[in-house]
């Protein structure tokens, strides 16, 4: 099982203490890119894909995402058919 496969199922099974950089890590290995932002971006972040809708999420301060963040960018990765 690779990396990537790894990181899927980990995301895919909800886990209280899922990285920001595991998510950054995972996103850009399904070809998303994080879009740069102007000095005024603050701690929101939008990961942008050629073949689906961006994913915005802040950036947790602790570095663990939320719940709700990881059932967006999931609802969001299924709807683009990237998992």
């Known amino acids: 099982m690779s990396r990537v496969e790894k990181l899927i199922k980990r995301l895919l099974d909800r886990p ?3 990285k920001w950089r595991e998510l950054v890590m995972l996103l850009k290995a399904l070809g998303y890119e994080e879009a740069k932002r102007g000095k005024t971006g603050g701690s ?5 894909h ?13 570095g663990v ?16 058919g990237m998992i």
């Open 44 to 48: 929101r972040r939008r990961f942008v």
């Open 16 to 18: 209280k203490d899922f």
């Open 65 to 80: 995402l939320r719940r709700y963040q990881i059932d967006l960018v999931i609802e969001n990765l299924e709807r683009g």
């Open 50 to 62: 050629e073949r689906t809708a961006p994913i915005t999420l802040h950036e947790p301060h602790d």
